[in-house]
């Protein structure tokens, strides 16, 4: 092992973007996120499906704030490495001639721990998507995979990303340069039929939305914010770029690597995709649920493991010469390749985060080690694989425990975005050529929105109904217990190297 191994600057505006774009993954979030954001209910126990596009709309606002945030900021601090958000935070600080420059460790600190609560965790979602999609693509052919079956399925997969992001970022570049662009083909090919279907209705079916304006319209302003607090999982992984500026050949790369892969999917894929899937949703598509009720629209895609596999079979039957079976199964590889490409960017700015800190010795050291041949953060990708293996497992005992680990993302996120945003705030206020829009009013809306997304996520946890109740209490309940333990060992490790906490001026 050698202590002078230092990550290698190769990646161009490409390799920076497609990272980021696999983190995204325009197509695949659609196939898996649908069935939760159809079953979620608001405090009245109400559906708030009717305003999937319009939480995305709001999820994709709080995004493009966030995001020219964190493209400032790399700009401002290029030598951040792999540390984003934990070096920004730091640096903003550190660098402030007001009072608050003392709390410069205790804000890095923050932001890097709770950091792994939306990194870490956010593999294990992907894992246990993983592992449900090939059980509904077993189930196809009539083969039914136990709970216990979909757990090794969980196991087998995270061990064999974690082996992929083992070698290097390199081999991911190529991995996610191929994963978007299958995902992005198949996804839109898709869509532009289920607008077919919409617009011609081959079948004189009844829809769920009675026009293409009730699609995108908003139709109640609490379920536009609900149905946002899962959308956001449609979104994440823009940030990643900055945890690449190690790896990075320029600056500028990382910069534009942020906006782009969130306009090129967010913007455009998944706005595209969403109208739709929500155009063809309609009365006729039916679902038998566990009781042996049959549900319809809206309540049959939230009883389906697989909706979007539903619409795609629909689809090919009916518009492609009774082809539905063979084009589900083609979509369904396309999606697993994408959720193996969003694991694999994910774990491999994950892992960085992580080396950042333990190169600070604010977490155990063994985590900022590096392999001599890969210079990559070994011994943190294996941590980190398994306790994707174990979130998984988790994520596939229902929609209620798959829901709380995505909340307990989501809930990291919305911190991590809201206070690199006030970070951002300070950080601007010496730039040369301060600017109001993305310099003052971007990073306080951004912090705003952030903010009101986690309150919803609060409110569901108190006053919300069903499943999404029970899911979102054991996401707070998580998140809060992270937040104590973090408090702890920040004591217990500055009192062992006799480090103050509040730095002095």
Not at 12 to 39: D, H, K
Not at 188 to 201: G, K, M, Q
Not at 359 to 383: C, N, R
Not at 387 to 392: E, L, N
Request: proline residues 3%.
């Amino acid at each position: 092992m050698s202590e002078n191994t230092e990550l290698k600057k190769t990646l161009g505006l490409t390799g920076v973007t497609m990272n980021a774009m696999a983190l995204i993954a325009p197509g695949a979030f659609l196939w898996l996120t649908f069935q939760m954001q159809a079953s979620q209910v608001n405090g009245a126990g109400a559906t708030t499906a009717l305003d999937m596009f319009s939480g995305l709309i709001v999820a994709l606002i709080l995004a493009f704030l966030t995001a020219i945030s964190y493209a400032k900021l790399s700009e401002i601090y290029p030598e951040a490495g792999t540390g984003s958000s934990y070096y920004f935070a730091e640096r903003a600080l550190i660098n402030d001639s007001s009072k608050i420059s003392v709390f410069s460790r205790v804000a890095k600190y923050i932001i890097g721990w709770f950091s792994h609560v939306y990194y870490w965790v956010y593999p294990g979602v992907m894992v246990a998507m993983m592992a449900t999609l090939i059980t509904y693509i077993f189930s196809e052919f009539g083969i039914n995979v136990p709970i216990m079956g979909q757990v090794l399925i969980a196991v087998v997969f995270a061990a064999g990303t974690g082996a992929v992001a083992y070698k290097g970022i390199n081999g991911s570049t190529l991995s996610s340069i191929v994963i978007n662009v299958i995902q992005i083909v198949t996804l839109v090919f898709v869509t532009i039929l289920a607008l077919i279907y919409r617009f011609t209705n081959p079948q004189h079916v009844q829809f769920v939305h009675s026009s293409i304006t009730s699609v995108v319209a908003p139709h109640n302003i609490s379920n536009v914010l609900f149905q946002a607090t899962i959308s956001i999982l449609l979104l994440v992984g823009f940030e990643s770029a900055t945890a690449l500026a190690g790896e990075s050949k320029s600056p500028k790369h990382v910069s534009r690597g942020v906006i782009l892969s969130l306009a090129i999917q967010g913007l455009l894929c998944y706005l595209f995709e969403y109208i739709g899937a929500n155009a063809w949703l309609n009365t006729s598509y039916k679902v038998t649920d566990s009781s042996g009720k049959v549900q319809t629209g809206l309540a049959a895609a939230a009883t389906s493991s697989a909706p979007i596999g539903d619409m795609v079979k629909n689809l090919g039957d009916v518009l492609l010469n009774h082809s539905g079976f063979v084009l589900m199964i083609i979509v369904a590889i396309s999606v697993a390749i994408a959720v193996f490409g969003s694991t694999l960017a994910c774990m491999n700015t994950a892992v960085r985060i992580t080396y950042a800190m333990a190169k600070d010795d604010e977490i155990p050291s063994v985590l900022g080690a590096l392999h001599p041949k890969y210079a990559t953060p070994h011994t943190a990708v294996w941590i980190i694989t398994i306790v994707s293996a174990i979130i998984g497992g988790i994520g596939v005992v229902s929609v209620t425990s798959l829901t709380a680990v995505t909340l307990i993302s989501n809930i990291g996120t919305f911190v991590l975005y809201g206070l690199t945003n006030l970070v951002a705030l300070v950080a601007f206020k010496r730039h040369p050529k301060r600017n109001l829009l993305t310099h003052i009013i971007v990073p306080v809306l951004g912090f705003l929105a952030n903010v009101a997304m986690l309150l919803a996520v609060l409110y569901l946890g108190i006053l919300g109904g069903g499943a999404t109740q029970v899911a979102s209490v054991a996401a707070i309940i998580v998140s809060v217990v992270w937040m104590l333990i973090g408090i702890i060992y920040l004591n217990i490790n500055s009192s062992k190297q006799n480090r103050p906490i509040i730095v002095k001026g």
